[in-house]
Each structure stands twice: as C-alpha cells, then as structure tokens.
C-alpha cells in the first residue's frame, strides 16, 4: 500500500475518534436519550462539546479535500516524497488542531489548520 493511502486510512480513523468525542459530549450535557434519539432539535453545546462539534465538521471538510487529492497522485502514479509529506502534514495537522479546538487554543488551532491545509496543497502541486 502506498504510505499517502496509510495516512489516509489513520485520517478516516481520526475522522471516526471525532464523531465519538461529539457523541460523548452530547450524553455528558443532554443525556441518553436524546443521544440516542432521533437527533431532531438538538441543542447547541456549550465549551468543549461545541468546539469538539465544529471540530468535527471542519474535520469532515477537509477530509474530503485530503481524500480526493491522495487518490489522485495514486490513480496516476505521481506519488513521491513531497506528496508523502503531504500526507504526513495533513495527518499531523489534524491531530495537532483537533488537540487545540478542542482544547480552547485559538492560534495555535489556525497555525495547525494551516500546517493540515499546505500538506493538501503540496500534493496538489504534485499533481500540476
């Protein structure tokens, strides 16, 4: 398996551990069932579990970018060691802001965004 498709799979898994700290969010602040309902009217969450909401979607986002761009240099063979650190850029970055939103850390949440957003570009360069 080329390694950008490794760093891929472990940005779905990251992806997934997103969606499961939502869910714990959601049973701290409103309960059982309305985590498990029909998520129809859901509150908003305050502190954390909010940020750990938007986290989640900008996670989702950009996972679609990352996604489209590693399978491009795959189908057509450009893989090589800028798109490898691509993936590594993506994968770290998004680790590293999933750590400071939710945590409440606002600049370092952008530069690493940033770091996430130029590992997708690299690749894309390769690409060009």
């Not at 490794?6 to 985590?35: D, E, N, P």
């Not at 029909?38 to 990352?66: K, T, Y």
């Amino acid at each position: 398996m080329k390694p950008e498709l490794m760093y891929l799979t472990w940005s779905v898994l990251l992806a997934i551990v997103h969606m499961l700290i939502t869910v714990v969010a959601l049973f701290g602040h409103s309960g059982l069932m309305v985590t498990v309902g029909n998520r129809a009217n859901l509150p908003e969450l305050p502190g954390w579990g909010g940020r750990a909401v938007r986290a989640n979607d900008n996670m989702a986002q950009n996972l679609v970018l990352f996604a489209a761009v590693v399978l491009a240099v795959v189908v057509t063979g450009t893989t090589n060691p800028t798109t490898l650190l691509g993936a590594q850029l993506f994968f770290w970055g998004r680790i590293a802001y999933a750590v400071c939103y939710i945590g409440g850390l606002p600049w370092l949440r952008t530069g690493s965004w940033l770091v996430s957003i130029a590992g997708v570009l690299l690749i894309v360069w390769q690409l060009s």
